[in-house]
């Protein structure tokens, strides 16, 4: 199988969930899955549960960047590839997709 692709994705970053309630998705995850809680920014708005990278954001407190329409049980994935963000970028325009950018 070949690819087109102008760059790869190297892994799989954090993912974001957006949530109701902060203490109800800790206890859900530590409690029901057996994960281990941990902060890892000093704001306080993003948690990690165990060697998944798993950020709670707080429905109408997240902050920039975010999806224009983001609500309670969204979320979002976040990829790491080695190549520059305007090597992507132009990629992604040149195949005709289309970026959707918060101004």
Not at 20 to 42: C, P, W
């Amino acid at each position: 199988m070949s690819s087109t692709s102008a760059f790869a994705v190297k892994s799989l970053d954090h993912v974001v969930l957006t949530v109701k309630d902060i203490q109800a998705t800790i206890n859900f995850y530590t409690q029901h899955l057996g994960m281990t809680h941990e902060v890892f920014r000093s704001n306080d708005t993003e948690r990690q549960f165990g060697s998944q990278k798993i950020n709670l954001h707080l429905s109408g407190h997240e902050f920039e960047p975010k999806a224009a329409t983001v609500q309670p049980g969204s979320g979002d994935l976040c990829f790491i590839t080695e190549h520059p963000i305007d090597e992507v970028l132009g990629a992604w325009k040149t195949a005709g997709l289309e970026i959707l950018k918060k101004t």
